[in-house]
Nanobody, 125 residues
Framework: QVVLVESGGGSVQAGGSLRLSCAGF????????VTWFRQAPGKEREGVAG????????IYADSLKGRFAISRDNAKNTVYLDMNSLKPEDTAMYYC??????????????????WGRGTQVTVSS
């Protein structure tokens, strides 16, 4: 069993930055992928960024490249999402999830068995 706990969300003005953390507790398979998802009210959940634990390969939603960065700290068993130049449209609940998606489906919810409860990010204009 893997328990994921997100933190770091909050309210920020447009142009600001936030760092989200996803701490993993329990067994974490090094072959897993950890992906950050987000869901805004009335919108579908979307993949934001993923990192494969076996080789630290990172992958991003095209629309977010350059503003968001995903990284990991093995010693802390934590994956981070650094978000810069935030926009009001980045407002959403952000979740981290762990699973075994194929690379071409790193954002596919169906491949993720373990989910955190989410952390809210609100960006005001």
């Amino acid at each position: 069993q893997v328990v994921l706990v997100e933190s770091g969300g909050g309210s920020v003005q447009a142009g600001g930055s936030l760092r989200l953390s996803c701490a993993g507790f329990g067994y974490t398979d090094s072959s897993m992928c950890v992906t950050w998802f987000r869901q805004a009210p009335g919108k579908e959940r979307e993949g934001v960024a993923g990192i494969y634990l076996s080789n630290s390969r990172t992958i991003y939603a095209d629309s977010l490249k350059g503003r968001f960065a995903i990284s990991r700290d093995n010693a802390k068993n934590t994956v981070y999402l650094d978000m810069n130049s935030l926009k009001p449209e980045d407002t959403a609940m952000y979740y981290c999830a762990a699973g075994y998606p194929p690379l071409e489906r790193w954002y596919g919810s169906e491949f993720f068995r373990f989910w955190g409860r989410g952390t809210q990010v609100t960006v005001s204009s």
